[in-house]
């Protein structure tokens, strides 16, 4: 029977049946309720939830318990995944899996709590130092919000990396019925983890490499991993492109409003479709370039000022236009907005 | 017969070092090797090399997994007892531990350390205190003295410049939950021994899961003192003594008391506690009217339920086997104007749940009437509380209702169900679903027990009165 | 051959002169001998060795001293 709840409650079920058993966090608007669900489930189920006293403490535990072999995560909003970007290179330089949840609001700086897309930068190109990924799945709905949190611990495990769900205000605070899976995963022994017993005495989680040869040798690894993450788990979703002269390109709230404004544009004859990357990294280039010879544009739909935009104009070399249409500063668009805005572009 | 010698918690050869597999990276005369021996050997007594693990600070001996034959974990500049909590909180029978020096758990780490400590983690913290920062360089540490040069306080640590030197022990030993708080030295042969005597306390208090330990010892860096490793003894003893006092500070033998972590439970027990069930619903189950998309915007001032009933709401299109969203308001706009929840329904996959020309307005009060009335899609509805709200709707293109809810709400003695009495308005006015699903949803939706009575009483007022009001 | 001595192991000492000043008995001295790190090491030389193992907590490195005690401390 589906429940009705909030996606920011949805991530937690999620977790607990993703095998989740640690959760380290610290509040923020409007992220807090994936804590406050984390500190009633986890702790009724004898899992471990602790409220750091800050979001790089936080990380940090994340860090030691991820190493010590368990399946963590941490959620919070915009301004606290930027305190926790220094950790996130180590994790990625680590080769540590984890979850992190980032329910996006606006900035920079404090900005406000209402949604917006743009910690698409610091989550997809960086954030912290040095040359890494971090897996990002964009949920639109509640279910995805479960269903990503929920598969997202057997990708963090399978590839040892950081898993991003970057999801937004709406995303978060929204309610829609949702359906889990019965079947609870568990995370598997790691020959690299520290168990504090005698076969894994000799491991070591590090992102310290003294010796140049070895230091590149650790990042081309890295490469070669995220080249194998590109092949085989790219995610998306289209709707009604296979007729579309212009498509949408939207993830996350905005591919809702996109939706709603393709089925408005087709009872006007306008053939749009809408493309939603599910993944942002990996990001789906090739559907995109082979997109590019089908359609004659592409309207990137977003919440800051062209972020995607700037990866999907990448992805098409420049074969077609790509139009930016951005709303920011906790501005969600209107369906009415952006079918005249479509309107008066094509 | 071999009375000492090198620890076997010491690798035999350093493979993980490089050149120089036999002797560590450390200056002649540096304190840390003497630590680290001090470790190993409580380590080879104790017998517990298998259950060490040691998170490494940044700074000298970030590299001390060279040495070591146990679990190594490298960890950001300062967050090591942050690293420690999530091992410790991980693995019940690990002995971890957090070697700090003075930047790292002084400076950077000064919030992570005091946190730990005042949780009382399971945990043993080193803190190597030079008064100084070592592997960048010599610049002024939180703990260098007043007078002394670095590389970043040339003419002394000055107190208005530079601030005072912290002393970390004492600040430890304010907290409850820390089990051992000691300060130790390397100055003398003797101190040496003692300080053998407080790392082995500190390890032996985390094998029986006593709490937290603290050991702060006061260790020589002749090179960034710029003396030879006799020099720099002797200023230790005639300097960071005078300002450091080396004693005992606690040596309790039981921490904090506490619940603790609840029993794990099973996957079916845990299956039960979140109420997850194997979702058999299927698009046939449900002989659903087309209702297109229907969007429904409810406003009203906070206080007055209008979040609660927009779940009621969307609750109850999810039994008639329709998509349903819920968006609130939330914000600045909460705490004092308009509060509205968005919910929209839908044969189809719903797009955005952001409803900006609702087909029906609940208008709760005034101010709400006057922000969405002029929003509402022609041949909409709008349904007035007419208790709070004086004037009428003035578009002619939307039907219109007034209820006196907040009136009847009060007959009925809870004035929080007037918008529920709206509902159960709207339900019979739009026949969407009936209101049998209203009724049986309530009590899935309303969180607090005790107002599913009442709230059930109100939607028989709000039926009733609709039938009256066709008459 | 005194029955408490110590093995100093000269290729791995930084000859930083902490076990010379430590020691209670006078037992080890600085050599003229450099080592292939290049500093001038350690020497156990003096047989009046007690076998109390000062030198071994007070140095530094690791694997430079062994203890070997043979006589029982006298009460």
Avoid at chain 1, 195 to 221: C, G, K, P, W
Avoid at chain 2, 87 to 94: C, E, G, H, Q, V
Avoid at chain 2, 391 to 407: F, I
């Amino acid at each position: 029977m589906k429940k009705l709840m909030k996606g920011n409650d949805a991530v937690i079920h999620g977790a607990l049946l993703g095998g989740c058993t640690h959760f380290f966090g610290y509040p923020i608007t409007p992220a807090s309720e994936i804590a406050h669900s984390a500190a009633y489930y986890f702790t009724k189920s004898g899992r471990t939830f602790l409220q750091a006293e800050s979001e790089i403490a936080a990380i940090n535990m994340i860090l030691g318990s991820a190493s010590a072999g368990a399946r963590v995560m941490t959620s919070s909003s915009s301004p606290g995944v930027a305190l926790m970007s220094e950790c996130v290179s180590y994790i990625a330089g680590s080769n540590v899996p984890a979850v992190i949840i980032d329910v996006q609001r606006v900035g920079p700086g404090l900005g406000y709590i209402w949604p917006e897309q743009s910690d698409y930068n610091m989550v997809l190109k960086g954030g912290g130092h040095g040359v890494y990924r971090n897996i990002v799945f964009a949920p639109n709905s509640v279910q995805e919000m479960a269903d990503f949190t929920y598969k997202a611990f057997e990708i963090a495990d399978k590839y040892r990396m950081c898993v991003f769900i970057l999801a937004d205000a709406y995303i978060g605070q929204m309610m829609e019925p949702v359906s889990f899976p019965t079947k609870i995963l568990h995370a598997k022994r790691k020959d690299w983890a520290l168990y504090a017993d005698e076969q894994s005495r000799h491991n070591l989680v590090t992102s310290l490499f003294m010796e140049r040869e070895i230091l590149s040798a650790n990042i081309d690894s890295l490469l070669n991993k995220y080249a194998k993450v590109e092949k085989e788990i790219t995610e998306f979703e289209e709707t009604s492109v296979s007729d579309a002269e212009h498509i949408f390109i939207a993830f996350g709230i905005s591919s809702r409003v996109a939706l709603t404004a393709v089925r408005e544009l087709r009872k006007q004859g306008i053939k749009v479709g809408l493309f939603r990357p599910k993944t942002l990294f990996p990001f789906p280039n090739k559907r995109l370039a082979e997109l590019a010879s089908k359609v004659k544009s592409m309207m990137v739909v977003e919440l800051n000022d062209g972020m995607m935009a700037n990866d999907v104009e990448l992805a098409v070399k420049s074969k077609l236009p790509v139009r930016k249409f951005n709303w920011y500063g906790g501005y969600v668009p209107s369906v009415t907005e952006l079918v005249e805005k479509t309107k008066k572009s094509i | 017969m071999i009375k000492h010698t090198k620890p076997s918690a010491f690798y035999d050869t350093f493979e993980r070092k490089g050149p120089g597999q036999k002797t560590t990276h450390y200056c002649p005369g540096c304190g840390h090797g003497t630590v680290h021996k001090l470790i190993a050997e409580a380590i080879d007594e104790m017998g517990i090399k298998d259950q060490v693990i040691f998170c490494a600070p940044v700074g000298c001996t970030t590299l001390m997994y060279f040495y070591f034959d146990t679990g190594n974990m490298q960890c950001p500049h300062g967050r090591a007892p942050a690293v420690a909590t999530g091992i410790s909180r991980t693995l019940d029978d690990s002995i971890v531990i957090s070697y700090q020096g003075d930047g790292d758990l002084a400076g950077i780490g000064m919030s992570e350390i005091v946190h730990a400590a005042n949780r009382g983690e399971k945990l043993t913290v080193f803190f190597v205190n030079n008064a100084i920062y070592g592997m960048t360089g010599g610049q002024m540490a939180p703990t260098t003295l007043i007078g002394q040069e670095s590389k970043t306080t040339p003419f002394g640590r000055d107190p208005i410049r530079d601030g005072m030197p912290i002393r970390m022990s004492e600040l430890i030993n304010t907290l409850e939950a820390p089990v051992f708080v000691e300060r130790c030295s390397l100055g003398t042969a003797a101190g040496v021994l003692k300080t053998r005597k407080a790392v082995k306390k500190a390890l032996m208090n985390q094998k029986n899961k006593k709490g937290f330990s603290f050991v702060e010892i006061l260790s020589p860096c002749p090179i960034n003192w710029k003396m030879d490793a006799i020099q720099s003894r002797k200023w230790l003893i005639e300097n960071l003594e005078k300002f450091y006092e080396v004693k005992n500070f606690r040596d309790k033998d039981t921490s904090i008391k506490g619940q603790g972590r609840l029993p794990f439970l099973s996957d079916d027990e845990l299956l039960k506690v979140l109420d997850v069930t194997a979702d058999t619903s299927s698009d046939d189950d449900n002989n659903r009217v087309d209702i297109g998309e229907h969007k429904v915007k409810i406003a009203g001032f906070g206080g007055q339920g209008i979040m609660s009933v927009g779940v009621l709401l969307a609750n109850c299109a999810k039994n008639a086997g329709f998509n349903s969203t819920w968006l609130p308001s939330y914000g600045a706009e909460m705490r004092g104007g308009t509060a509205y929840a968005s919910v929209v329904m839908s044969n189809d996959i719903i797009g955005t749940p952001v409803v900006d020309t609702p087909d029906v307005l609940i208008a709760m009060n005034s101010p709400s009437l006057d922000a969405f009335e002029n929003s509402v899609t022609k041949g909409g509805t709008i349904i007035v509380n007419s208790s709070i709200v004086s004037r009428k709707v003035t578009r002619t293109d939307v039907n219109t209702y007034y209820v006196p809810a907040t009136a009847m709400a009060n007959e009925l003695g809870l004035t929080a169900t007037a918008a529920v009495i709206i509902l159960a308005f709207y339900a019979k006015a739009l026949g969407i679903f009936g209101v049998d699903i209203l009724k049986a949803v309530v009590p899935i939706s309303i969180k607090n027990k005790k107002y599913i009575e009442a709230n059930l009483r109100a939607i028989t007022a709000g039926e009733m009165f609709f039938d009256d009001y066709k008459k | 051959m005194a029955k408490n001595y110590i093995k100093l192991d000269g290729t791995v000492c930084k000859g930083c002169r902490v076990c010379v000043e430590a020691c209670p008995k006078q037992c080890i001295v600085i050599g003229s001998d450099i080592n292939k790190m290049g500093y001038q090491y350690a020497k156990f030389e003096n047989p009046g060795c007690i076998g109390c193992g000062i030198c071994f907590y007070v140095c530094p490195e690791p694997g430079t001293i062994t203890v070997i005690k043979e006589e029982e401390d006298k009460k």
